[in-house]
């Protein structure tokens, strides 16, 4: 991969990051419950927007090792013990976040809302896209440690 190529998409992965950790800090004070709360009350007495903050940290913790991974492909690094590894934490972190999802969905489910069919519906997109990473970064990983395994021979 070209450098120019792995920096462009460095600086995409970041700014999806940035943009989703700023979605996260600021969405819940124009959600519809909240418009005229306090900060207190936005943060520390909403269980779910803690559940969601928890939840969040495998979708941060697998745009790092995309970051680390388009390094190692930026310089011409990727059949590597690293790349293994890396590929392998992506492929956790879409299985964990899709067992956020269904857990979040359930916790919607079961509350005393009128959001049923909202929270299907982005339940299952997401959950759909959390394992397709999933299953990526796993057909990735068996093929980027093949390679390892042949370089090595």
Known sequence: MK???????????ILIGIGTLAFLL???HFEGRNVDATFFEVYFQDPFLA???IASIPFFTAL???FRLLGCAGRNAFFTQHSVRALQVIQYCGMLMSVCTVGGAIWLLLSETDDRPPVIAMG?????????IAVAAAVRGR????G???KRQ
């Open 143 to 146: 093929r980027v440690l093949l």
């Open 51 to 53: 559940y969601v903050y």
């Open 148 to 150: 390892v395994r042949a």
């Open 3 to 13: 450098r120019s190529s792995a920096l462009f998409l460095r600086t995409a992965v």
């Open 124 to 132: 299952l997109v997401a959950l759909c896209l959390s394992i397709g």
């Open 26 to 28: 600021v969405m819940p």
């Open 64 to 66: 790092f090792q995309v």
